[in-house]
């Protein structure tokens, strides 16, 4: 059975950092694409960065480009995402995702695209 757990969010001050955990379990991340998603309140669901794990690409939504990195620990079947120089507009509940594809970059913001969710995990960045 696959499944996703997120965890690591807080409240932090603008300028500061935080690092999301999702840890996964029942698949293996080779063939998969796993992404992060944000939801702020009566706003869509955003897709923010995705690893695909053919060839280890990352993908950044452009508003998070040079402040969040995606990365992975194998060894620990665990995807993290480092959040760096946080901003107010960054408050949303994270979610992690995961599909059994290797999706391409038209499909890997599509939350509509991915079969597998974790809870989320909610950010809030005071001003």
């Known amino acids: 059975e696959v499944q996703l757990q997120a965890s690591g969010g807080g409240l932090v001050q603008a300028g500061g950092s935080l690092r999301l955990s999702c840890h996964t379990s029942g698949f293996r991340f080779d063939d998969y694409s796993i992404a992060w998603f944000r939801q702020a309140p009566g706003k869509e669901r955003e897709g923010v960065s995705c690893?695909?794990?053919?060839?280890?690409?990352?993908h950044y939504v452009d508003s998070v480009k040079g402040r969040f990195t995606i990365s992975n620990n194998n060894a620990k079947d665990t995807v993290y995402l480092q959040m760096n120089s946080l901003k107010p507009e960054d408050t949303a509940v994270y979610y992690c995702?995961?599909?059994?594809?290797?999706?391409?970059?038209?499909?890997?913001?599509?939350?509509?695209?991915?079969?597998?969710w974790g809870q989320g995990t909610q950010v809030t960045v005071s001003s």
């Open positions: 690893i695909t794990f053919d060839d280890g690409g990352t």
């Open positions: 995702a995961a599909d059994p594809l290797i999706l391409s970059e038209l499909d890997i913001f599509d939350p509509s695209e991915y079969d597998y």
